[in-house]
């Protein structure tokens, strides 16, 4: 019921930024958290940030804080992942991810989520 498509990868030299783009459609967005994922290749989906929507509550992984910033739209039911000081590191395949959470709790942000996009890859080159 909820459809998500990323956008804004590609391919960038470490110390550049990307803006990534989650757009939702099908259902408002104003019950769920709102969340990034990455996978590398030959390695697990890790989380990196998410935020509830209603409540404006953030949560980011250390690796990721105070480079990536996570905002939303709320009249285009979008989100956005802001990323700046790129490194080689941060290469992989971002998704986007949904999951409802009509109350806000302090684990909001913890997997699993119901809803994915199909995926944006991101490069960073040396």
């Known amino acids: 019921q909820v459809q998500l498509v990323e956008s804004g990868g590609g391919l960038v030299q470490a110390g550049g930024s990307l803006r990534l783009s989650c757009a939702a459609s099908g259902r408002t967005i104003s019950s769920y958290t709102m969340g990034w994922f990455r996978q590398a290749p030959g390695k697990e989906r890790e989380f990196v940030v998410a935020?509830?929507?209603?409540?404006?509550?953030?949560y980011y992984v250390d690796s990721v804080k105070g480079r990536f910033t996570i905002s939303r739209d709320n009249a285009k039911n979008t989100v956005y992942l802001q990323m700046n000081s790129l490194k080689p590191e941060d290469t992989a395949v971002y998704y986007c991810?949904?999951?409802?959470?009509?109350?806000?709790?302090?684990?909001?942000?913890?997997?699993?989520?119901?809803?994915w996009g199909q995926g944006t890859q991101v490069t960073v080159s040396s």
């Open positions: 935020i509830h929507w209603s409540a404006g509550a953030t």
């Open positions: 991810a949904a999951k409802l959470t009509p109350w806000y709790s302090g684990s909001y942000y913890r997997p699993p989520y119901d809803y």
